[in-house]
């Protein structure tokens, strides 16, 4: 099997399997901790994003951001050609959507709540940390939702596109 297959196969698995992180948090997660009162979905939000930054996700996180960026390094023999367009479209819409949305936008969020002490604040901060947080969160986290559906759904097309 050809390095490049290997490549683009990898960034096929590891998008798809960040599209289904970022759907299940949007379609079921937010929306089941949403429920809870003030403190109890801030506490669990904290409890998630502190267990969620596992070495097993630390992999397909990053390799996937690098796998997406190798594809048209690997590929740049097609090139001027629509298909490396595409995966430089690819690259563009993964990387902006979904590294830049979680560098710029979610992780801000995230350590704000990490470094709050929850059992110390009052009723009104809880409110008003909730109202900071949750809606910007799951926004940006729909953002990710979109671009990564759409990069992993992009590669597999230009995937059956290659081997015509």
Known sequence: M????I???????????????????SNAVKPGIGKLSDIEY?????SMNRVILNNTFRIIFL????????VPVFYFNLYPKNIFWLFIF???IYWTGVFG????????????????????????????????IEVKW???????????????????VSF???NK
């Open 7 to 25: 490549i683009l196969g990898s960034a096929i698995l590891l998008t798809g399997l960040m599209a289904g992180i970022f759907f299940t948090w």
């Open 2 to 5: 050809k390095t490049e297959t």
């Open 160 to 162: 059956l596109f290659l």
């Open 90 to 92: 690819t690259l563009g």
């Open 42 to 46: 801030l506490k669990a939000l904290q």
């Open 101 to 132: 949305v979680t560098i710029l936008g979610n992780i801000p969020l995230n350590e704000i709540l990490d470094k709050t002490n929850l059992e110390s604040i009052t009723m009104e901060e809880t409110k008003a940390l909730r109202r900071s």
């Open 63 to 70: 390799g996937a951001i690098i796998a997406v960026a190798l």
């Open 138 to 156: 799951n926004n940006l986290n729909l953002i990710r939702s979109i671009s990564s559906g759409l990069s992993f759904l992009l590669l597999i």
